[in-house]
Structures are given as C-alpha cells and as structure tokens.
C-alpha cells in the first residue's frame, strides 16, 4: 500500500508517515482457531473429516500433536482431512507464542485428551486464569486437577451431559465439544461467549451429525 515501515520481528517498530496509501486486494486467511476446534471435534468422536477453506500450515503444531494422538491427516492447499482413531492417546502441550503450540486451542485440545488413553500434562505458558472451564468438565465426569498454570487430565472412557456455564469463548467451544461426545443432555450457558468467535456454529455442527439447538 506504499506504508514505510520497518522492525518487523524486532522489539520496535518505525513508522515513517507518507502522504497517501495505495489500494490493494487481500484475501484474509483461514481462521485457524476454528480450524483446530473441528479438528479436535473429530479426533474425540472418532470421527473421519474433510475441512475446506482450511490451510495446515498455520496449524502445524496442532496437527502434530494430534498425529502423537493417533490421528491421520492428508492436506492439500486448502484442504485437510483427518481420519480419527477408536481411542486417542495422552499428549502432553505446553503453549506458546506462534510458531508454538497456540493458547486459544489450549481448553480445546485439553477437552480432547479428558477422553484419551493415559494421563496429558497441559501447561499454559500465556495466559493466566485460563482453566475455569476445567470445572464444568468435571462436572460431565471429567478427571482433571490443576494446580497454578499445569492441568493434569486423566483420560476417562466416557463423559456425561450435564448443565454447565460457558466462562469465556474457547472454554465455551470446548463445552460444545465436550457434549457432542457426552452420553445424555448437554445444556450449556452463556452461549453468547462462544457465538462471538464462530460463525453458524450450531449449522456446521449439525452438518457434522452433531444433535445441537441454540435457544
């Protein structure tokens, strides 16, 4: 756009004011965050998917992780199918800045490994207070014990619907996740939380076979 800007990478930033900007054509990239949200959807409900408008090189050590869990992928340009495995198994993360393993997919994968073989260790290097979801997966029969930025989850074979709060928006998406592999009822609130960073959420899911309702 003819900016003068300089330090990318760096601890400063310089920015030399020009008089006028040019116009340019961006194409805005995938959302990544949702990308891995369908992906662990699958990867726990032994599901085999095909996501499109999806690119797994910005997902990359998602996709690892995932793999160590027993997931199969095959991607193209924009494209990634993922064929799950009957039961996966632990993986421990710890999150990071990007390149690294990302924070907002932490309660995501998290959610994932509550029905994984073995015992994960999550460590959550970013952001504090970002386990309040952990409780209302206990209450769905979740093992999960925290103590200040590690969870330690202990896979359990099956998780169960129960009435619990979304408290932010990835602890509410992992609820979701969480019920649609729950056996019974799953109600969850403050939905208004989650439908700030999905769009037509209930509709992909259901395209998906997910029995969910939004009221």
Request: include cysteine.
């Given at each position: ?59 990359t050590p998602l996709i690892d992780k995932l793999e160590q ?108 996740l969480a019920a649609a592999c729950a056996k019974g009822t ?30």
């Amino acid at each position: 756009m003819g900016a003068k800007i300089k330090g990318a990478g760096s601890n400063q930033i310089e920015i030399k004011g020009v008089k006028n900007l040019k116009d340019v054509s961006y194409n805005i990239m995938p959302d990544r965050i949702e990308t891995g949200t369908f992906l662990c959807l699958a990867a726990m409900t032994n599901g085999k998917v095909i996501l499109e408008n999806a690119q797994s090189n910005y997902i990359t050590p998602l996709i690892d992780k995932l793999e160590q869990a027993g997931c199969k992928f095959e991607t193209q340009k924009n494209e990634i199918e993922i064929e799950a495995p009957k039961k996966l198994k632990a993986v421990n993360i710890k999150t990071m800045p990007y390149p690294g393993f990302p924070t907002d997919m932490q309660s995501i994968f998290a959610t994932a490994m509550t029905v994984a073989k073995g015992t994960s260790i999550i460590v959550e290097n970013i952001f504090e207070n970002r386990y309040k979801y952990t409780q209302e997966l206990i209450r769905m029969g979740a093992k999960i014990n925290v103590e200040g930025k590690t969870a330690v989850i202990k896979g359990v074979r099956k998780l169960y619907g129960a009435n619990v709060k979304a408290t932010d928006l990835r602890g509410g998406a992992s609820l979701v996740l969480a019920a649609a592999c729950a056996k019974g009822t799953t109600k969850i609130e403050n939905i208004e939380y989650i439908l700030r960073g999905y769009e037509k959420f209930d509709y992909k899911l259901q395209q998906l076979g997910v029995n969910i309702i939004i009221k």
